[in-house]
């Protein structure tokens, strides 16, 4: 994420202290250091000895582009490649496409006001919600899992109030990875961390 995120600064939440986040800058161009900084990050958490201090999954933040914009930039790539390689373990790495909701506005902002007579306010939601699918597969996942060649786990969400069902998804996607890929003590940590409010500080981290 782009700003001046101290990666080593926690984000606890104030419901269950078992739920931590670590923020990181983004892999824009031209920053040449975060890359290092997230692996060396990466690599000092999943060597701990204690669960509670070990890193337990990666969620890897994209603004949804418009179609035909550039969706992995090089450092992106460069980290997606060191995933692929093996290099960073067995931490889960989800990747997480932001406001969700802004692609859905654009969307239904293209459908044929013809063909929506007589459709229900459901339907057209259902329509709308199809087509940004099949455009997330086209512009976001395909592109992804040609890349990486891995099935990567992603999750789309909005932080807006309607969408808040999609934050409750990222986090059940996290824990299941966490259960599969760590340490039963690292699973049954997790599963409690996901009682806490979905909205706590994924807002401040995926925006």
Known sequence: MPGDADIDHEFISPQNDKFVLHDSKGFEPGEVDNLKIVRDFIDRRRNMSAPEHQLHAVWLCFEIPRAGGRFLETGTEEFLTLKSSGTLGNIPVIVVLTK??????????TLDVDSLDGLSNDAIKNLAKNKAEAELKDICIGP?????????????????????????????????????????????????????????KIKASIE
């Open 144 to 200: 992804l899992n040609e890349f990486a060649r891995l099935d990567i786990p992603h999750a789309e969400i909005s932080t807006h109030k309607d969408y808040r069902e999609t934050l409750t998804r990222l986090i059940q996607i996290t824990e299941n990875c966490v259960g599969q890929h760590s340490a039963p003590e690292a699973a049954v940590m997790t599963s409690i961390a996901q009682r806490v409010h979905p909205g706590l």
């Open 100 to 109: 969700y909701d802004a692609l859905i506005a654009r969307v239904k902002r």
